[in-house]
T-cell receptor, first 113, second 114 residues
Framework: AQSVTQLGSHVSVSEGALVLLRCNYS??????LFWYVQYPNQGLQLLLK??????LVKGINGFEAEFKKSETSFHLTKPSAHMSDAAEYFC???????????FGTGTRLTIIP | DAGITQSPRHKVTETGTPVTLRCHQT?????MYWYRQDPGHGLRLIHY???????DKGEVSDGYSVSRSKTEDFLLTLESATSSQTSVYFC?????????????FGPGTRLTVL
């Protein structure tokens, strides 16, 4: 069985500060990992994905995430927060074999001017 | 953007009435999914389909049924709506042939059951 834990349901950072959103996974096989972003009243948009090609993955809007097998983590970072980054972020895991994604409970990011 | 539409986008209904939500795709993807999104729970899978007339249950399937008679359409039915089914419902699709299960989401349907 696979699962995802997102630490911190709400994160606030100042504009220009580092953004760090945490995701830890559990999977019995090498996982595929995803970060999605959801802006208010919209659907989910794929931010980036890890598919074993490279441990450091770059996504859209300046975000990146690093896969660390030893820590079973896939944390999302952005060096400098922008007001437009305010949204809810979801981490998800797939083991590739059962046609499904398992989502975390989400982290709402607030940017302080 | 992936060609996914959901209808209706908003619906208010009363307890005990049947409700059908529609997901339509123009991508010819094999896999289609229905999720519900609730505060504190993230997204939870209700049902999914891996082909025409091929469907399976997700983790929160009680009280819901689905049908897929055409590749492009995936219907979610609440046979007798309850207040606990008030939620935002998302449809997602996944390309044929990918091993990653990357999914693309529709805009959502906000359902309120009074």
């Amino acid at each position: 069985a696979q699962s995802v834990t997102q630490l911190g349901s709400h994160v606030s950072v100042s504009e220009g500060a580092l953004v760090l959103l945490r995701c830890n996974y559990s999977s019995s096989v090498p996982p595929y990992l995803f970060w999605y972003v959801q802006y208010p009243n919209q659907g989910l948009q794929l931010l980036l994905k890890y598919t074993s090609a490279a441990t450091l993955v770059k996504g859209i809007n300046g975000f990146e995430a690093e896969f660390k097998k030893s820590e079973t983590s896939f944390h999302l970072t952005k060096p400098s927060a922008h007001m437009s980054d305010a949204a809810e972020y979801f981490c998800a895991v797939s083991d590739g074999g059962n046609e499904k994604l398992t989502f975390g409970t989400g982290t709402r990011l607030t940017i302080i001017p | 953007d992936a060609g996914i539409t959901q209808s209706p986008r908003h619906k208010v209904t009363e307890t005990g009435t049947p409700v059908t939500l529609r997901c339509h795709q123009t991508e010819n993807h094999r896999y289609m999914y229905w999720y519900r999104q609730d505060p504190g729970h993230g997204l939870r899978l209700i049902h999914y389909s891996y082909g025409v007339k091929d469907t399976d249950k997700g983790e929160v399937s009680d009280g819901y049924s689905v049908s897929r008679s055409k590749t492009e359409d995936f219907l979610l039915t609440l046979e007798s709506a309850t207040s606990s089914q008030t939620s935002v419902y998302f449809c997602a699709i996944s390309p044929t042939g990918t091993q990653y299960n990357e999914q693309f989401f529709g805009p959502g349907t906000r359902l309120t059951v009074l």
